[in-house]
């Protein structure tokens, strides 16, 4: 029986490891999207022409993360190297499907 609780105690605990690691990728996910929308407001990101980068559409446009990086040099380098691009919301949606089935 105390092997049993102990087993519980155990599986209790991984899960709340695993809560506590998914919230700190979401924060770190929330903190990117943030940082990026201020680096391309600022002008830094002037060169993606609030466009599409696959369609060329100007309608319903979304920043796409390849990855979430957290520090802004890293940011501005994700953009230059196409790492971060605006994409509108279909050709978003194409990318994220074409991602799930991989």
């Known amino acids: 029986m105390n092997k049993k609780r102990n087993v519980y105690k155990l599986l209790k605990l991984l899960i709340n490891m695993e809560d506590d690691i998914t ?3 979401n924060e770190r996910k929330r903190i990117s999207r943030l940082l990026t929308r201020r ?9 993606l022409k609030w466009k599409c980068s696959n369609c060329d559409s100007t309608e319903k446009l979304n920043i796409h993360h390849s ?5 802004v040099y ?4 994700a953009i230059a190297n196409e790492e971060i691009c605006i994409l509108c919301f279909k050709c978003h949606r194409e990318v994220h499907s074409k991602k799930n089935e991989t």
Request: proline fraction near 5%; charged fraction near 20%.
């Open 39 to 47: 680096v391309i407001c600022a002008g830094i990101g002037d060169f």
């Open 67 to 71: 990855y979430y990086p957290t520090d």
């Open 74 to 77: 890293k940011i501005i380098r």
């Open 23 to 25: 919230s700190i990728v």
